[in-house]
């Protein structure tokens, strides 16, 4: 009996489900069994790491931490995205700006994360603008190339039929580079968003006082090496809810279309 297009997906969705538990459950065993003969403040247990991370979940202040970090990488993602979608259309329309930025996307791509945190630190202080900066910085480089790259896909057809029909620079940007760049868009975005979250533990650890990335300096300064594996599972956590709730549902709806549609 053939299977239709639509159970083939629910197959394939279950079977990556079940890799992905399966894998969950390697890296606890290996983890745990790594951690028989290690001592509790170089690599706590998973058990014991879970009851500090339930513990510290039932407090307000875990809760003020993560919403705090949320909203600095949120802020810096949000503002790298539209720079960096803005900045992208118009480098791949313009050969002339895009031949003159060039080098300069390039010597930014080259700075590490690490120094536009203690630039950051210099310009913002302990703010929530250097962490918000860091992200930025980090995030934006990486869709602005991503979009740049797709402006080459984009069909010349269009664009001289598009002429043709007398239409603008600016509705040719958002009825034919936009739609076209979409696919490198998310690929950046996801990407992005990744590294930007990662950073932002950095920059908080250098130049905030509060945040998962400020907990993380304070715990591991204390040697609280149960409390770091607790943050960290609380960023990953993060990162996973707004992969697989946010970036990759709102993917797969605008290119619902792409799709095989069942018989």
Known sequence: MKRSPLQMTQDRRLRLIGLRLLLIVVVVGVWGIGSLGAPAFILPSPARVFGVWT??????????????????IAMGFAFATVVGVVLGLLLGASRLLGDFFQPLLVVINTV????????ALIWFGLSNWSTIFVVFMTA?????????????????????????????????????????????????????????????????????????GYRLRQAADLVQTDQVFAWTATLVILMIFVEAMLLKPLESRLFAWRKPRPD
């Open 112 to 119: 590490s994360s690490s120094i536009w945190a203690i630039f």
């Open 55 to 72: 513990k510290l979940v039932v407090t307000p202040g875990f809760w003020a931490d993560f919403g705090i970090t949320f909203y600095r």
């Open 140 to 212: 934006m480089p990486l869709i602005l190339t991503n979009v740049w790259q797709g402006t080459s896909t984009v069909n010349r057809e269009f664009i001289e039929l598009a002429q043709t029909f007398r239409m603008s620079r600016l509705q040719v940007l958002l009825k034919i580079y936009l739609p076209t760049i979409l696919p490198q868009f998310f690929a950046g975005a996801r990407l992005a968003f990744g590294f930007g979250a990662r950073v932002s533990i950095v920059a908080e650890a250098l130049g905030a006082s509060s945040g998962i």
